[in-house]
């Protein structure tokens, strides 16, 4: 133990330690957290093997001369090498669920986990939806949640990274979900031969190149496949508004996540009627079109 932390005993000491570092150490939250604070009990707490609701009182256990050495550790991994803490506790959450990550995907954080906890309400009936597309679907979690929320469905996840694939593959079976949820692996709709859907969800890469350069560290550690959506963040956006219509059902609807790059689109397709969802606990950037309007716009598209 170095002299900076021989002083530290207690729960508590290690999070208002810990804290105090990331403040000092600049870091960048926005992979579950939003604040040092936060972080610092998420990694205390993990490095200890305790639950995220610890009851106050334990704040003050003594810990062990090991403990010390392993909390401090794992504090200092989050300063010195800028890893997002879900990729050093292996856990992210979404839409209240649990999932397992590594540095082969993005770390969970999309708006989509309110429409979900909605049911996809007011754009879609729950009760009407039997198929569902989670097109670049990373660790898988969107499919997922939505499989969970809505069980009367049928969920397939597209991903073209193998790697990405065997994470969603883990975190299928942590669910149990084997029976209604496939993982597929695809180029987008490449893979999918003549499979429609009632819904397709995507989150797709759509980051652009200059936005992509003065991204956190944080940000840097997550795999560029996921990010990157070439030049105006565009690339795999435009493939899935042009190809989309084949794999939806009569009625069906698409959402897509394009974040920062949605005044870029709105200007690139000035005729198309996007609708643009708004969400109450923050987000934007996600819009929503219908089987009939990507028909309808397939010529603009």
Request: charged share 25%; glycine share 8%; hydrophobic share 40%.
């Amino acid at each position: 133990m170095v002299p900076e932390t021989e002083s530290l005993q207690t729960v508590r000491d290690f999070i208002r330690w810990g804290a105090s570092r990331f403040n000092e150490a600049g870091l960048f939250f926005g992979h579950g957290t939003d604040n040092a604070l936060d972080e610092a009990v998420q990694l205390v707490l993990h490095a200890l093997h305790l639950p995220p609701d610890l009851p106050p009182a334990y704040l003050e256990s003594r810990l062990t001369p090991v403990e010390r050495q392993e909390v401090a550790s794992l504090l200092r991994r989050r300063m010195e090498e800028r890893v997002p803490a879900a990729y050093l506790t292996n856990k992210a959450w979404f839409a209240g669920l649990e999932f397992y990550v590594n540095d082969q995907v993005l770390v969970p954080r999309s708006p989509f986990a309110e429409l979900i906890e909605n049911g996809l309400q007011p754009w879609v009936e729950p009760e009407g939806v039997g198929r569902i597309l989670d097109l670049c679907s990373g660790s898988g979690c969107i499919g997922i949640a939505v499989a969970m929320h809505l069980p009367q469905t049928r969920v397939d996840l597209v991903e073209i990274s193998e790697t990405a694939l065997a994470v969603a593959r883990r975190n299928i079976a942590d669910y149990g979900l084997e029976e209604r949820v496939r993982a597929i692996n695809s180029d987008l709709f490449e893979g999918l031969g003549g499979e429609r859907y009632d819904v397709i969800l995507s989150n797709p890469p759509y980051v652009g190149a200059e936005e992509l350069e003065g991204l956190p560290a944080e940000y840097r550690r997550e795999p560029a496949l996921g990010l990157a959506g070439g030049e105006d963040g565009l690339d795999l956006v435009r493939r899935i508004l042009r190809d989309a219509s084949r794999h939806l059902e009569p009625g069906g609807v698409i959402i897509v996540e394009v974040g920062n790059s949605k005044q870029t689109l709105a200007a690139a397709y000035p005729e198309v009627p996007f609708l643009w969802l708004e969400f109450e606990r923050g987000g934007e950037g996600v819009f929503l079109l219908t089987a009939e309007q990507l028909a309808e716009y397939r010529p603009a598209l």
